[in-house]
């Protein structure tokens, strides 16, 4: 129990003295100059923000849905190991159902096409 308090008291000891010091240390202000993009030694030739197509993340989002839930499929294989087999093919039917009647409702929105 004496180790347990010891490791506990320098914890909160080192905790204070750094969050003590983090307060005397100087606020650095850096410069308009250093707040600037920097493009290779060039100022920079337009805006350094560009426009996200929300399109992207719709087409990322919709790849992370159905890859993951394609992973469900991987242990098909071993499935055919067990008493009954039937259940798993119902249930990759199942599974395979609801991939089917995702796409066809992404399809139907407009999801996946790519310009309007």
């Known amino acids: 129990m004496n180790l347990i308090t010891t490791i506990v008291a320098i914890a909160v000891a080192l905790s ?9 240390l100087p606020q650095i202000t850096p410069d308009p ?5 920097y493009e290779c030694g060039f100022d920079p ?3 350094a923000r560009l426009p996200f197509s929300l399109r ?3 087409v990322a989002i919709l790849f992370l849905l159905f ?18 087999p039937l259940v798993t093919f119902l249930w990759a039917a199942s599974v395979l159902t609801l ?5 066809i409702y992404e399809w ?3 999801g996946l096409e790519w310009a309007e």
Do not use: H, N, R
Request: charged content about 10%; cysteine-free.
């Open 99 to 103: 991939l089917t009647i995702g796409l």
């Open 33 to 37: 100059e250093k707040l600037s993009p």
């Open 67 to 84: 890859d993951l839930e394609i992973a469900l499929l991987l242990p098909l294989p071993w499935g055919d190991q067990l008493s009954s």
């Open 56 to 58: 992207f993340f719709l």
């Open 108 to 110: 139907v929105q407009g």
């Open 16 to 24: 204070m003295v750094l969050a003590l010091v983090s307060f005397w």
């Open 45 to 47: 030739l337009g805006s």
